[in-house]
């Protein structure tokens, strides 16, 4: 782990390795997985996009349909991600870093479990799961906001919303 490496993904490689989280469980995603890829399709599954090239850090802020938003939850947002995300499921997680005054997507994927472990061990700015079929999105804000559209989250959002109530 050189210098390309970022402190995010520094954080997150020590983390993994200092927890003992499996390949299995938790793993950043190959180059030969085409990030690039899936990151384009998350936009255009999301995303209201108002110009051709530029993306938003923010997903959140420019979702072109239904959400849901919990901003009072009693507990950190990432303690909830279980109710919401079956424990077997592989989802892609990505969270972004500031470099070079710009914004980059650190992309993984793994299980909800793992994905937990890494979010309360790690800082971040905002942070996204993914369902691997792009049926839903959840993100966690800078404000501990937990988000999420697609129609089947934000239905498990409304009953863990009634729950915390």
């Not at 990151?39 to 209201?48: A, D, R």
């Not at 530029?54 to 239904?66: F, I, M, T, V, Y």
């Not at 989802?91 to 479990?113: D, L």
Request: aromatic share 14%; net charge negative.
């Amino acid at each position: 782990m050189g210098k390309e490496w970022s402190s995010l993904r520094m954080e997150i490689a020590n983390v993994i390795r200092e927890k003992g989280i499996k390949e299995e469980d938790f793993h950043s995603l190959s180059i030969h997985e085409n990030w690039k890829n899936i990151e384009e399709k998350i936009y255009q599954t999301f995303c209201q996009l108002s110009h051709p090239t530029q993306r938003p850090a923010w997903l959140w802020s420019n979702l072109k349909h239904d959400y849901y938003i919990i901003s009072d939850l009693k507990e950190r947002p990432e303690t909830y991600l279980h109710h919401l995300v079956d424990k077997d499921e592989i989802v892609w997680y990505f969270a972004n870093e500031t470099i070079n005054e710009g914004e980059k997507f650190w992309f993984y994927e793994g299980k909800v479990e793992a994905i937990q472990i890494i979010i309360d061990e790690t800082w971040f700015d905002e942070l996204f799961l993914v369902s691997k079929k792009y049926k839903w999105l959840i993100c966690i804000n800078h404000h501990d906001a937990l988000i999420a559209t697609g129609n089947e989250m934000t239905t498990k959002m409304k009953l863990l919303d009634s729950k915390n109530a």
